[in-house]
């Protein structure tokens, strides 16, 4: 086995029969100080990997979450797969993805995500908090953003040219956009979505553009989680909200149960206000 590691790569090559995090450990921790938000482990170059070699991935996990970092394997051989999903847990903990750069934009992104959960919002003690789920299928942002502008109160009834202008009235309402990624349970819930990590950033921030055109304090927020419906309320209750403002899918279409679902478990189960509002069937979806 040969261990390489540089920049915020573990190159692991050769034949991986036995637990070698304890070789890895020091390399590890190396990258780590230079790169403390993670680091990658490249198994492109293994020739093969048995149950007890899997541990190796395993207590990596183990050992760098407790510094609140993630290590993410990347250019796994379908061979190594295989076995991975052999071994009890390690599936649902080893997080994979297709390729280095993928690994690191997964990193990334959850560091973006840290760093935003630490950062202190001045608002009064008054101010409404709203939540906005973004969920593909059930709502769009320009839909949720006009209606959250009307629950914050910073829209002026009087003005004739549309919702979308700028009003001068400071905003005293905090908006939280948040985009959910649902992550099923044979999988970690650190495990990379490019796609709908990719998908998150954009929708965020055209919504925060968006959000500053019309006069609105928006907070953006990308969460992963096994169930939408419950981790919604579960947010509510973290961030104070005062209103979820939830939009349904246009009733023209057939298939509505799974989002109606969705509404009415936050509806029976939240502590809060729930508004529903159901789009036009021409509105455009995420």
């Known amino acids: 086995m040969i261990i390489d ?3 915020d790569v573990v190159t ?3 034949c991986l ?9 020091a390399p590890a921790n190396l990258l780590l100080r230079q790169h403390p938000s993670g680091i990658l482990i490249d198994a492109s170059e293994l020739e093969m990997c048995t149950p007890e070699g899997v541990k190796t991935f395993v207590d990596a996990i183990n050992y760098i979450s407790r510094y609140r970092a993630r290590i993410v394997l990347c250019h796994v051989p379908e061979v190594v797969a295989e076995v991975i999903k052999t071994v009890p847990g390690a599936r649902s903990q ?3 993805a297709a390729d280095l750069e993928s690994g690191r934009a997964s990193l990334v992104l959850a560091q973006r995500q840290r760093d935003k959960s630490r950062l202190k919002w001045a608002s009064d003690a008054d101010d409404r ?4 789920p973004l969920i593909p299928a059930m709502s769009t942002t320009r839909e949720a953003l006009g ?3 009307v629950l914050a109160g910073s829209l002026d009834p009087v003005v004739d040219e549309g919702p979308w202008e700028q009003v001068k009235k400071p905003p005293t309402s905090l908006i939280h956009l948040a985009f959910f990624i649902e992550v099923p349970r044979s999988m ?3 495990a990379p979505f490019p796609e709908e990590e990719d998908h998150a950033r954009r929708l965020l921030t055209e919504a925060e553009s968006l959000a500053a055109r019309i006069n609105l304090r928006v907070r953006t927020h990308i969460i992963r989680t096994r169930n939408t419906a419950e981790e919604i309320v579960e947010q509510s209750t973290k961030l104070n909200i005062n209103t979820i403002v939830l939009s349904l899918p246009p009733a023209s279409e057939e298939d509505i149960s799974t989002t109606n679902n969705l509404a009415r478990q936050v509806l029976e189960n939240a502590r809060c206000e729930v508004l529903l509002k159901r789009i036009a069937a021409t509105s455009e979806v995420i």
């Open 188 to 190: 970690p819930l650190s």
């Open 147 to 149: 209606l959250s502008k």
């Open 12 to 14: 692991l090559s050769g």
């Open 17 to 25: 029969d036995r637990n070698v995090w304890p070789a890895v450990q």
């Open 129 to 132: 908090q709203i939540l906005v």
């Open 5 to 7: 590691a540089r920049d």
């Open 94 to 96: 080893v997080a994979i």
